[in-house]
T-cell receptor, first 111, second 115 residues
Framework: GQQLNQSPQSMFIQEGEDVSMNCTSS?????WLWYKQDPGEGPVLLIA?????ELTSNGRLTAQFGITRKDSFLNISASIPSDVGIYFC???????????FGQGTRLTINP | DSGVTQTPKHLITATGQRVTLRCSPR?????VYWYQQSLDQGLQFLIQ???????AKGNILERFSAQQFPDLHSELNLSSLELGDSALYFC??????????????FGPGTRLTVL
């Protein structure tokens, strides 16, 4: 089946640092989604990408849909304590109506 | 608060049993999605209903079934429970029915523990 490899699995950074995480796959996706999950909560959509090469920002967050349609990355600039949480990528194979999630990147920030 | 409600918040049961999880979507949302989140499998899409009809199917086991009622609330039925079914079960809702395009709003989840 389709697999998404998300890396890194965890990150420990200092407040103010930039963060970068990515998802790769051997499959081609039509849509990439990035979610954040806080402890005890459900995921919240951060950014959605619909076209290969698309670069989209949401405040300090920037995500890109890879040209090959097999990867995507998420950058967070100037991290702050409320960025702590687990970030998930998800890829959609439109025709197959399959939504596949990465394993998540756990972000910890030292003040 | 996403506006999606799920009950119960916690559920503890034994292997072989059957449970029903309930979800009420945000007001005005026609789609309901069910997800399973476990430590070993991560977050997995199970199934989507749109306005009462099944719209998309993910990795849902045959022991699991779902339905969406005329008032748009949904139930996920899990039967012949196994230890490995212990997980967080999330419901999400969206206005439209296009998987991946319509923004989904997640509920707080139901934590199922199978002993």
């Amino acid at each position: 089946g389709q697999q998404l490899n998300q890396s890194p699995q965890s990150m420990f950074i200092q407040e103010g640092e930039d963060v970068s995480m990515n998802c790769t796959s051997s499959s081609i996706f039509n849509t990439w989604l990035w979610y954040k999950q806080d402890p005890g909560e459900g995921p919240v959509l951060l950014i959605a990408l619909y076209k290969a090469g698309e670069l989209t920002s949401n405040g300090r967050l920037t995500a890109q849909f890879g040209i090959t349609r097999k990867d995507s990355f998420l950058n967070i600039s100037a991290s702050i304590p409320s960025d702590v949480g687990i970030y998930f990528c998800a890829g959609l194979i439109k025709g197959a109506q399959k939504l596949v999630f990465g394993q998540g990147t756990r972000l910890t920030i030292n003040p | 608060d996403s506006g999606v409600t799920q009950t119960p918040k916690h559920l503890i049961t034994a292997t072989g049993q059957r449970v029903t999880l309930r979800c009420s979507p945000r007001s005005g949302d026609l789609s309901v999605y069910w997800y399973q989140q476990s430590l070993d499998q991560g977050l997995q899409f199970l199934i989507q209903y749109y306005n009462g009809e099944e719209r998309a199917k993910g990795n849902i086991l045959e022991r699991f079934s779902a339905q969406q009622f005329p008032d748009l609330h949904s139930e996920l039925n899990l039967s012949s429970l196994e230890l490995g079914d212990s997980a967080l079960y999330f419901c999400a809702s969206s206005v439209g029915g296009t998987l991946g395009t319509d923004t989904q709003y997640f509920g707080p989840g139901t934590r199922l523990t199978v002993l």
